[in-house]
């Protein structure tokens, strides 16, 4: 059989119809948060205030409360395809809704990643799910059990026993050999580079720097 055979072949086996509702709550998952990274612009917290009719004091709330509704309504519609499907990967959902069910676990609660990792492990080894993807999951789910991340994915505020309040990049484990493991994960970017993304000035924390009484 042909590459070109093969690759129509694993086309006409996609889902279509899950598909599509895959990538409406795709849309769904990315709507509130991309209202959320605009909330500093007064003109669209204006306009968010009057759509949704709350005072402007109260929009960023209001957004994050739909927000959470939707969380909890598309992880029930996920957990139901996972329990009939298993994980709706590439060979189900096409490379570009594969990521899908992923979003939606790494939104979710420390319950729900911890049922879940290993799902979103074994489909990355079986090429149905980007590894990256797994490798984000891991690292949030380390942090909520305050433990090191290994990837260096996580970015928090803390406040530290310095008694400073600091934006940082979760502490890692092995911090030396980090970007050799995210290079392995399939990122494309060091965990210096991440930092700088995201407007942190990157340095190796460690966990015993953070004060855990707030």
């Known amino acids: 059989m042909s590459f070109l055979s093969i690759q129509i072949q694993a086309q006409t086996n996609i889902n279509l119809k899950l598909k599509n509702q895959i990538d409406s709550i795709g849309f769904v998952d990315q709507k509130y948060r991309e209202m959320l990274d605009n909330i500093d612009n007064s003109a669209f917290s204006d306009s968010i205030s009057k759509i949704y009719k709350v005072k402007s004091e109260e929009v960023e709330t209001a957004i994050w409360d739909m927000t959470q509704k939707v969380d909890s309504s598309n992880l029930v519609f996920i957990e139901g395809v996972i329990t009939k499907f298993g994980y709706p990967g590439k060979t189900l959902v096409g490379d570009s809704s594969c990521e899908v069910a992923w979003l939606v676990i790494q939104h979710s609660n420390i319950k729900t990643m911890s049922k879940y990792l290993d799902l979103l492990k074994n489909a990355a ?28 994915t996580q970015a928090t505020v803390r406040n530290l026993k310095n008694g400073m309040k600091e934006n940082i990049i979760w502490p890692i484990y092995d911090p030396i050999n980090v970007n050799k493991r995210r290079k392995e994960a399939g990122f494309t970017t060091t965990v210096e580079e991440s930092a700088k993304a995201l407007n942190i000035k990157y340095r190796v924390v460690q966990l015993n720097e953070i004060d855990w009484t707030h």
Do not use: V, W
Not at 133 to 142: F, H, K, N, P, S
Not at 143 to 152: A, L, P, S, W
């Open 125 to 152: 080894i079986r090429n149905e799910l980007p590894s990256f993807c797994a490798a984000m999951t891991e690292d949030r789910y380390l942090m909520c059990m305050r433990k090191e991340q290994i990837y260096g």
